[in-house]
């Protein structure tokens, strides 16, 4: 991961989030809200910098979907942890959340231009925008 990377968040959160999970060695339940404050970064040490970038990175993942809104008429939070931390079925997070499936796939939408938005905040806070960005 040395070169920045803009990456669709849709994609990332299919494709490229358990391969980080995998190579930091943490679960994807560490990533919820309630487990952030367990997230430790492994600073020192003799880890490999894609360890440790990835570890940042999915900091940074776990901020963002702590920051999203979570309101009766924005359940972004809930969709994402389901969707992309649960492995839930789309359908089965629309039952969830109840709403038609229009609705919930604009909430989807919303809920994932909130989880960028925060995400690339995240990044530059904690100083690796130049890894990553999601567009």
Excluded at 1 to 12: E, L
Excluded at 67 to 84: N, Q
Excluded at 91 to 107: D, K, P, T, W
């Amino acid at each position: 991961m040395s070169n920045k990377a803009v990456i669709d968040a849709k994609a990332f959160l299919k494709k490229n989030l358990y391969y980080l999970i995998n190579i930091s060695g943490h679960f994807p339940t560490d990533l919820m809200p309630a487990n952030i404050d367990n997230f430790h970064l492994r600073d020192k040490g003799n880890y490999s910098d894609d360890i440790k970038q990835a570890e940042n990175v999915l900091y940074c993942v776990a901020l963002a979907i702590r920051d999203c809104k979570e309101e009766p008429r924005k359940p972004y939070r809930t969709i994402l942890i389901d969707l992309y931390l649960k492995d839930m079925l789309n359908l089965e997070v629309q039952q969830e959340i109840g709403y038609s499936r229009s609705r919930y796939n604009a909430f989807k939408k919303q809920a994932l231009q909130d989880f960028t938005q925060r995400f690339n905040y995240y990044v530059v806070q904690e100083g690796i925008s130049s890894l990553i960005e999601l567009s």
